[in-house]
């Protein structure tokens, strides 16, 4: 028993010159509960058992899940949808369309087009039949309605033909066209290309008079 006794004492001297806040208790092992390593009891950072980066465990984020469910529902293209848009309100251009999930759960291309003159309508296109929906005026007071009609004079470029220089950069599948303004005060067209190998997304910046690609970005979130 004395031996015994000695042993345990050699063991916890030990330990306590290492440092480490080992169990030393007495004989029937009492007291070991408060002494374990920190580092030992300390919980994972993540589930994962990793550094956390928004990526599901089969290595795609949710909006990379979310492109690839959407797009390939979608059996009307961006032209088609912008197309259907102008055809239901007359007279009048693309400003912007966006690929999206209606309320009732089916994609649809919204939309936005414009008279000359500034007044903007929102129309929401079916992606699977390519029907346009009834338009609905957009309540711009005078001032944003000549600010979109200066914007669409000086953008000589069409959506279909900055989408053009986008997929020729970059082959892919247009999800959004959208007129737009960049940090220099330059008419841009927004164009969004996803590409279905890694369901990443492409934002390109294309100038909306001269066609020359501005601006390149891949969102891989």
Known sequence: MTKRVRAVGAVCAVALAGGLLAACGDDDGGGGSNSASPSASAPSQTAGGGQSSGASPGGMTEDQRSRKALVPEAKTSYDQALKAATGAVSGTR????????????????????????GKASTVRVDAVSGKA?????KKNDDDDMKELADRLKRATVTPQQ???????RKSGTVTAVELDTNDQKKEIWSVD?????????????VDAASRKILREHVDRD
Do not use: I
């Open 193 to 205: 290309v996803v590409t279905k190998n890694d369901w990443n997304k492409t934002t390109f910046d």
């Open 133 to 137: 929906g009834q338009p609905e005026a």
């Open 162 to 168: 900055a989408a053009a220089t986008a997929t020729g």
């Open 94 to 117: 693309g400003v912007s369309v966006e690929l999206k999930r209606g309320s009732g759960g089916k994609p649809e291309w919204v939309t936005e087009v414009a008279t000359e003159d």
